[in-house]
T-cell receptor, first 115, second 113 residues
Framework: DTGVSQDPRHKITKRGQNVTFRCDPISEHNRLYWYRQTLGQGPEFLTY????????KSRLLSDRFSAERPKGSFSTLEIQRTEQGDSAMYLC?????????????FGQGTRLTVV | GQQLNQSPQSMFIQEGEDVSMNCTSS?????WLWYKQEPGEGPVLLIALYKAGELTSNGRLTAQFGITRKDSFLNISASIPSDVGIYFC?????????????FGTGTLLAVQP
C-alpha cells in the first residue's frame, strides 16, 4: 500500500445525475477526510471520519452530498442531482490520528465536471 | 469556508534564488503542515511542525512554526525548475473539538531556468 487511492480520477456527468467517488486510505489510518478544491483556491473541508464514525460535516456539504465509511476502511462520497457548481476536484486524505502520525496524506483527487 | 492568508500570492524567480513565503491565521493551531501541489494532482506533504518556535528542514526546504502559533514560514533555498507548483500551508488542532486541516490560499511559484 503506497498511498491514498481515489477512483475515478476524472468524471464528466450531466447536470442532475448522481455520482459516487471512492477513496481507499493508507492501511491502518483511522482518520479520513474529504475536501473540495476549485480552481485557484486551497482545499476546503467537507467531512471527516474517525474509523467508521462521521465526526464532522461542513456547511458546504449540502443535503445532496453524503459520505460513508462503513467498515472504517474505504470511503465513498456521493453527490445526488449534480449541479454545475459541483464541478471541482474532490480530494481524500488519511492520517494515523495519534502522535506525530497526525500528518494527513492526500490522494490524487477526482476531477468532477458537470455539464 | 475558512482559509488562512498566504503571501505572496505568486512568485516568479530565477533558478538558484531563495524563496520565502508565509501563512497567517487569526486563530492558533497546534500543528502546521506545508504541502506542494502540481496541476491535476493532490497536495503532497513537505514538512510538519508541532511546537511553537520549531524549525524543521527537509532538504532545501525549511519551515518554522511561529511563536504566536498563528503563523508559519516556508523557505526554499537554491530553487530549481522542479520546485514549480502551488505551495499550501495548513493549520490543525489535533485532539481538539475538530481535527480538520484549514488550508491557506496558496502561493504559486514559477522558476525560470
Amino acid at each position: 500500500d503506497t498511498g491514498v487511492s481515489q477512483d475515478p480520477r476524472h468524471k464528466i456527468t450531466k447536470r442532475g445525475q448522481n455520482v459516487t467517488f471512492r477513496c481507499d486510505p493508507i492501511s491502518e489510518h483511522n482518520r479520513l477526510y474529504w475536501y473540495r478544491q476549485t480552481l485557484g483556491q486551497g482545499p476546503e473541508f467537507l467531512t471527516y471520519f474517525q474509523n467508521e464514525a462521521q465526526l464532522e460535516k461542513s456547511r458546504l456539504l449540502s443535503d445532496r452530498f453524503s459520505a460513508e465509511r462503513p467498515k472504517g476502511s474505504f470511503s465513498t462520497l456521493e453527490i445526488q442531482r449534480t449541479e454545475q457548481g459541483d464541478s471541482a476536484m474532490y480530494l481524500c486524505a488519511s492520517s494515523l490520528g495519534r502522535g506525530k502520525g497526525t500528518e494527513a496524506f492526500f490522494g490524487q483527487g477526482t476531477r468532477l465536471t458537470v455539464v | 469556508g475558512q482559509q488562512l492568508n498566504q503571501s505572496p500570492q505568486s512568485m516568479f524567480i530565477q533558478e538558484g534564488e531563495d524563496v520565502s513565503m508565509n501563512c497567517t491565521s487569526s486563530s492558533i493551531f497546534n500543528t502546521w503542515l506545508w504541502y506542494k501541489q502540481e496541476p491535476g494532482e493532490g497536495p503532497v506533504l513537505l514538512i510538519a511542525l508541532y511546537k511553537a518556535g520549531e524549525l524543521t528542514s527537509n532538504g532545501r526546504l525549511t519551515a518554522q512554526f511561529g511563536i504566536t502559533r498563528k503563523d508559519s514560514f516556508l523557505n526554499i533555498s537554491a530553487s530549481i525548475p522542479s520546485d514549480v507548483g502551488i505551495y499550501f500551508c495548513a493549520g490543525v488542532n489535533y485532539g481538539g473539538a475538530t481535527n480538520k486541516l484549514i488550508f491557506g490560499t496558496g502561493t504559486l511559484l514559477a522558476v525560470q531556468p
